[in-house]
């Protein structure tokens, strides 16, 4: 191997170590948002993506308290999630740089756009069963609310869900983390795509939605012991 192509190799290998604080946090914060995703899905969540936008304001208004505690839920992981993704792109960048930077494209306006989905319909409709209001007004509010709640909710959808998976292949490239995580990773949110298109089963939702969340938890908190360790 000639001078050059070593030192070539040895520079795409280099990574700048991560500030302490950040190297410290990582992999405590990184699996926290999709963990919190994961246990509002199984144990407080009204829909595993098969009701209507009417029987989701039904059911919400059946049980307006879980829907609560579902916003605030929300409310976490929306500041947590750019945040793991914007920090896992640190441990891919240097030996996957485009299809980091691909992913992080996708993902980081996707994943700020959760904040419109929670205070767009989520908040709407837990206000309106809080509150007395007609459950038709308040479905077509929590819907209809503004065009840009529709251009938001496009973002989220296309942009977590290739995003992850650029994330998860971009891990498999730079061997950041071990394949089999890389590869859950990288279908995790494909499989919540699914979910939402195409499964009508309750039953067959909230499974799927389970394998989803607990690969994104691992790939996700793998990516933070990476960082932890200075890759």
Do not use: K
Not at 7 to 30: E, F, G, H, N, Q
């Amino acid at each position: 191997m000639s001078t050059t192509t070593l030192s070539a190799s040895t520079a795409a290998d280099t990574r700048a170590r991560a500030p302490r604080p950040v190297r410290l946090a990582a992999p405590i914060l990184m699996p926290l948002a999709p963990a919190l995703t994961l246990v509002s899905g199984l144990f407080l969540s009204l829909d595993p993506g098969t009701l209507s936008e009417a029987e989701l304001t039904a059911a919400v208004y059946a049980d307006p308290s879980r829907q609560g505690l579902l916003v605030w839920s929300g409310f976490f992981e929306a500041l947590l999630f750019p945040i793991a993704v914007i920090w896992a792109g640190r441990a891919t960048y240097a030996r996957a740089p485009r299809l980091t930077t691909a992913a992080m494209i996708l993902a980081v306006p996707g994943y700020l756009c959760l904040a419109w989905l929670v205070a767009g319909s989520d908040a709407i409709v837990w206000y309106g069963a809080t509150h007395g209001l007609d459950q038709d007004l308040v479905t077509d509010m929590a819907w209809g609310v503004h065009p840009a709640f529709n251009a938001a909710l496009g973002t989220f959808v296309i942009g977590h869900t290739l995003g992850m998976l650029l994330l998860g292949m971009a891990a498999i490239r730079s061997r950041a983390i071990p394949l089999w995580a890389g590869v859950g990773l990288a279908v995790s949110q494909p499989i919540h795509f699914v979910v939402g298109a195409l499964v009508n089963d309750p039953t067959i939702a909230l499974g799927m939605n389970t394998v989803s969340g607990i690969l994104t938890v691992l790939g996700l908190g793998l990516l933070g012991r990476a960082i932890f360790r200075g890759r």
